[in-house]
């Protein structure tokens, strides 16, 4: 298979979604352009009326896409910053997610938010944010987050076949990592998650960036004689708990990673799942690993640090190793 990278490869998913279905079209702040080269080209072979530019109002970009996908079409949103959600929260938590359910099922919502997560490009506080936890609340939506080409491709493809709006978290740091990649289109279930390496001792389960984070982290602890498994949830709503219970299972220990805020992030509800679940099974308590509780710092070396690095990563593992 040819290698990409992640921006290719969601660029790739796009393209094949609408020469397959005319009923695909592309909304957003500059996607004519296309930011970190995603939609690129795309308005040169589809033309303005799919690949159409709006102006930088966020409401009005989902509430076109509501409107779209409530009239039979399956529009793909893009908000540039998911810092920017706040203002078209009405449209996507009260119309987009809840429509379906209030009109009895007799209209489908399928839409796709495509939007943009992470710290690590000095963006500071109000375009650095990772706030996935805000979607994964609310009933109706669909919450998906690749970390890499492959799963990306996979999943915005399922992604835009879908009759729910699903939230398409991508993390800016991750658009230019290489992968293998199908050039024909395929499909992977949202709701599927994926275990990136295989391990006796203890799970780690990782999102996005951090993903490859927690891989080198496996990889350092394995020079220490711990055999860490890597899981990579892929959608956090619906969320894949029996490859997740399976996994804890298993291992007996359980790690979790994200660069959300530790409070109140996706790992607090996966680790609720799992003490409810599977609380037998554990050998000593599940550690968090997140960002702290604070603004994202402008500064390179705070930002940094904001960051959840492979040795705060590789300590966490130590520590449930140790109990």
């Given at each position: 298979m040819p290698e990409i990278n992640m921006s290719k490869a969601i660029n790739n998913a796009l393209k094949h979604e609408m020469e397959r279905d005319p009923d695909v079209f592309?909304?957003?702040?500059?996607?004519?352009?296309?930011?970190?080269?995603?939609?690129?080209?795309?308005?040169?072979?589809?033309?303005?009326?799919?690949?159409?530019?709006?102006?930088?109002?966020?409401?009005a970009i989902v509430g076109a896409a509501v409107g779209a996908a409530a009239a039979g079409l399956r529009p793909v949103a893009e908000l540039m910053?998911?810092?920017?959600?706040g203002v078209a929260m009405d449209q996507l938590f009260n119309q987009a997610a809840k429509m379906r359910y209030?009109?009895?099922?007799?209209?489908?919502?399928?839409?796709?938010?495509?939007?943009t997560c992470g710290a690590g490009m000095g963006t500071a506080a109000q375009h650095s944010q990772s706030l996935e936890a805000w979607f994964m609340h609310?009933?109706?939506?669909?919450?998906?987050?690749?970390?890499?080409?492959?799963?990306?491709?996979?999943?915005?493809?399922?992604?835009?076949?879908?009759?729910?709006?699903?939230?398409?978290?991508?993390?800016?740091?991750?658009?230019?990592?290489?992968?293998e990649?199908?050039?024909?289109a395929y499909t992977i279930p949202i709701g599927s998650a994926d275990i990136k390496r295989e391990g006796e001792d203890v799970t780690i389960v990782a999102t996005g960036q951090m993903v490859s984070r927690a891989l080198n982290a496996a990889e350092s602890a394995s020079a220490e004689g711990i055999s860490v498994e890597?899981?990579?949830?892929?959608?956090?709503?619906?969320?894949?708990?029996?490859?997740?219970?399976?996994s804890?299972?298993?291992?007996?220990?359980?790690?979790?990673?994200?660069?959300?805020?530790?409070?109140?992030?996706?790992?607090?509800?996966?680790?609720?799942?799992?003490?409810?679940?599977?609380?037998?099974?554990?050998?000593?308590?599940?550690?968090?690993?997140g960002g702290p509780f604070c603004p994202i710092p402008f500064s390179q070396k705070l930002e940094a640090e904001f960051i959840p690095s492979e040795g705060k990563i590789l300590d966490a593992i130590k520590t449930v190793m140790k109990s």
């Open positions: 592309i909304l957003g702040i500059d996607v004519s352009g296309g930011m970190m080269g995603v939609t690129a080209g795309l308005q040169d072979q589809f033309g303005e009326n799919r690949v159409r530019d709006t102006p930088i109002t966020e409401s910053f998911v810092d920017f959600i209030m009109f009895g099922g007799k209209i489908k919502i399928p839409m796709v938010l495509r939007t609310i009933p109706g939506l669909k919450v998906v987050m690749p970390s890499t080409p492959y799963d990306a491709k996979g999943l915005m493809i399922s992604a835009i076949r879908d009759d729910n709006p699903v939230v398409f978290i991508e993390n800016k740091m991750l658009y230019f990592t290489q992968g990649v199908p050039e024909e890597v899981l990579d949830p892929r959608s956090l709503l619906p969320l894949d708990e029996g490859t997740l219970l399976e804890v299972r298993k291992t007996h220990r359980m790690v979790i990673v994200h660069e959300e805020v530790k409070n109140a992030g996706s790992g607090a509800e996966i680790a609720a799942t799992v003490g409810e679940k599977a609380f037998g099974y554990l050998d000593a308590p599940i550690l968090r690993v």
